[in-house]
């Protein structure tokens, strides 16, 4: 069971930060109206306040690097926990910034997951 949930949160890994970095607009499909973000400490609720958020955050173009995927499966019947590290590139940027990442993933009646929880913080030092 826990290889299962390990497969799925890689997966689900793979896939987000692979439209974050290509076609960040598309996010909003993983969100549904009780999700919420904590980004940088500031908290935002539904699926459009969680794109336009991403949507304006002020660079169009980087790169994530996973460092960690770390799963668990979670109290609610199906889900995932989903803490991430890595790093990331703005375009034009020489250095990396390290972050983390920490994503609840709730099953859909449809079978597939979105994401109810998901915390961001970059990580100075």
């Not at 390990?6 to 549904?32: I, P």
């Not at 991403?54 to 799963?71: A, E, G, K, M």
Request: aromatic share 12%; proline share 2%.
């Amino acid at each position: 069971m826990e290889e299962h949930v390990e497969m799925l949160g890689r997966a689900f890994v793979e896939h987000y930060y692979h439209l974050f970095d290509n076609d960040r607009s598309s996010l909003s499909s993983l969100y549904q109206p009780t999700s919420m973000l904590t980004f940088e400490g500031q908290k935002v609720q539904g699926a459009e306040e969680i794109s336009s958020k991403l949507n304006s955050l002020p660079f169009d173009q980087c790169l994530h690097s996973i460092s960690t995927v770390d799963t668990q499966s979670s109290a609610f019947h199906g889900g995932i926990i989903v803490f991430v590290s890595g790093s990331l590139q703005l375009a034009g940027e020489e250095h990396h910034l390290r972050f983390s990442q920490m994503f609840h993933l709730v099953p859909t009646l449809q079978g597939s997951f979105f994401v109810q929880n998901d915390i961001f913080r970059l990580n100075y030092g």
